[in-house]
């Protein structure tokens, strides 16, 4: 069943709250009374438990309608945690992707490439914990060296996908390879020199090279080791091999921090597929009076 991306949970109900992050262990004991653990979760996953006051007839079949809508268990959907939905400039970082989603570079700096996730951080003495953040808000906004960056699609703006929790930088600028120069390094001279343009250490994405070297240079973001104009030099070598056009682009680089602000929620589930709901009263103008007892949700992964 798809996820439920609004609304959030309860929906437009008054509804009270107890929640907390929750573990699994495997706890073995000897008969001296010493114990070895297996901890079986790396994160938390954290579980609500919800319960009201009688509610009326249309609250209640609000939720009762939410909770068919989710067929149970099946169904995931949105739930505000009050006491963890804030992303602020120093509980956050973002993480560099690689085209197939995996964690590269250096959390919370740049890595010349478009593509970020998102997590929160929490400490306590000195040791730091992660959670990735996939349920935003509409809002939420990256910071890039200390600058919020604007969402849209002009250069220099950023996309935010709300069902994921990754951002998308739009290059900064772009140039066309107008010559390679093969070798133990790879050099690209470009039409025009960037810019502001690079500088050593930084990091510069190329696409669209064809050539036996293509493999080897397309889609990634490169180390840059030197600069001179409008050439650019990477430590890749193409030894032997041919290249040919493509163009390099200019993302958030590693000398540039990125965080992020907003608001966001946990993905979770029922933990029931049955609801339980009595009849505790009667008013004479609103007719029965609901209780739904039991209403207990656990947070679900990367959904």
Same mark, same amino acid.
């Given at each position: 069943?798809?996820?439920?991306?609004?609304?959030?949970?309860?929906? !437009?109900?008054?509804?009270?709250?107890?929640?907390?992050?929750?573990?699994?262990? !495997?706890?073995?004991?000897?008969?001296?009374?010493?114990?070895?653990?297996?901890?079986?979760?790396? /994160?938390? /996953?954290?579980?609500?438990?919800?319960?009201?006051?009688?509610?009326?007839?249309?609250?209640?079949?609000?939720?009762?309608? #939410?909770?068919?809508?989710?067929?149970?268990?099946?169904?995931? #959907?949105?739930?505000?945690?009050?006491?963890?939905?804030?992303?602020?400039?120093?509980?956050?970082?973002?993480?560099?992707?690689?085209?197939?989603?995996?964690?590269?570079?250096?959390?919370?700096?740049?890595?010349?490439?478009?593509?970020?996730?998102? /997590?929160?951080?929490?400490?306590?003495?000195?040791?730091?914990?992660?959670?990735?953040?996939?349920?935003?808000?509409?809002?939420?906004?990256?910071? %890039?060296?200390?600058?919020?960056?604007?969402?849209?699609? *002009?250069?220099?703006?950023?996309?935010?996908?709300?069902?994921?929790?990754?951002?998308?930088?739009?290059?900064?600028?772009?140039? !066309? +390879?107008?010559?390679?120069? +093969?070798? *133990?390094?790879?050099? #690209?001279?470009? *039409?025009?020199?960037?810019?502001?343009?690079?500088?050593?250490?930084?990091?510069?994405?190329?696409?669209?090279?064809?050539?036996? *070297?293509?493999?080897?240079?397309?889609?990634?973001?490169?180390?840059?080791?030197?600069?001179?104009?409008?050439?650019?030099?990477?430590?890749?070598?193409?030894?032997?091999?041919?290249?040919?056009?493509?163009?390099?682009?200019?993302?958030?680089?590693?000398?540039?921090?990125?965080?992020?602000?907003?608001?966001?929620?946990?993905?979770? /589930? #029922?933990?029931?597929?049955?609801?339980?709901?009595?009849? +505790?009263?009667?008013? +004479?103008? !609103?007719?029965?009076?609901?209780?739904?007892?039991?209403?207990?949700?656990?947070?679900? %992964?990367?959904?």
């Amino acid at each position: 069943m798809a996820f439920l991306e609004s609304p959030r949970f309860p929906p !437009n109900v008054s509804i009270l709250a107890s929640m907390g992050p929750t573990f699994r262990t !495997n706890v073995a004991e000897t008969a001296s009374g010493h114990e070895s653990r297996d901890q079986q979760w790396l /994160r938390e /996953r954290v579980r609500f438990m919800f319960s009201h006051t009688g509610l009326y007839q249309a609250e209640h079949q609000q939720l009762e309608a #939410f909770f068919i809508a989710r067929a149970g268990r099946a169904g995931a #959907f949105r739930v505000k945690h009050p006491g963890d939905y804030l992303l602020t400039s120093s509980n956050n970082q973002l993480v560099p992707l690689d085209p197939d989603g995996n964690e590269i570079g250096t959390a919370g700096l740049g890595y010349g490439v478009a593509t970020y996730a998102m /997590r929160r951080a929490k400490t306590y003495s000195s040791l730091t914990t992660y959670k990735t953040i996939t349920k935003p808000v509409v809002g939420t906004t990256a910071v %890039r060296a200390g600058t919020p960056v604007t969402l849209g699609s *002009a250069d220099g703006n950023v996309a935010l996908d709300t069902t994921t929790g990754v951002f998308t930088f739009v290059k900064d600028q772009t140039r !066309n +390879v107008s010559a390679h120069t +093969v070798g *133990a390094d790879h050099i #690209f001279t470009f *039409a025009s020199a960037f810019s502001p343009n690079f500088a050593v250490g930084g990091r510069i994405w190329i696409t669209g090279v064809t050539g036996t *070297a293509a493999t080897i240079l397309n889609d990634m973001s490169h180390e840059i080791t030197g600069v001179t104009g409008a050439d650019i030099t990477i430590a890749t070598a193409t030894t032997a091999l041919t290249a040919s056009g493509g163009s390099g682009q200019f993302f958030p680089q590693p000398t540039q921090t990125l965080t992020a602000y907003g608001e966001f929620d946990y993905p979770c /589930r #029922f933990t029931s597929d049955e609801a339980t709901f009595d009849i +505790v009263d009667k008013n +004479v103008q !609103n007719g029965y009076i609901w209780q739904w007892r039991g209403i207990d949700l656990i947070e679900v %992964r990367d959904e």
